[in-house]
């Protein structure tokens, strides 16, 4: 069983920053590139930010110089630094990765956390 669990978010003031975790856990052979994704209310979920397993980034130009992503292979996490926090920054963040479980016959498939809320309000 392939979980992706993610936390840190919370109620900041704008200008404030937060750190974002999101662990993949379960029967993982192959972990690939890991998003950030958010969605506001009453929109769509957007993309944030990406990174590939060498590091190779992407960001979307609303967070770009602001948010930083980054990933520990070792403990098949995927981090986001958010700073300089904008009250238009407010959304439930989602994080997905693409993985292989263990002992199945399928590869790449993609996971999705449940989210966590970012509020940024003063």
């Known amino acids: 069983q392939v979980q992706l669990v993610e936390s840190g978010g919370g109620l900041v003031q704008p200008g404030g920053s937060l750190r974002l975790s999101c662990a993949a856990s379960g029967n993982i052979l192959r972990l690939g590139p890991m998003d950030w994704y958010r969605q506001a209310p009453g929109k769509q979920r957007e993309f944030v930010a990406t990174?590939?397993?060498?590091?190779?980034?992407d960001y979307a130009d609303s967070v770009k110089g602001r948010f930083s992503i980054s990933r520990d292979n070792a403990a098949n996490t995927v981090y986001l630094q958010m700073n300089s926090l904008k009250p238009e920054d407010t959304a439930v963040y989602y994080c997905n990765a693409v993985i292989t479980p263990r002992g199945g016959n399928v590869q790449n498939l993609l996971y999705w956390g449940q989210g966590t809320q970012v509020t940024v309000s003063a």
């Open positions: 990174i590939t397993n060498g590091g190779t980034t």
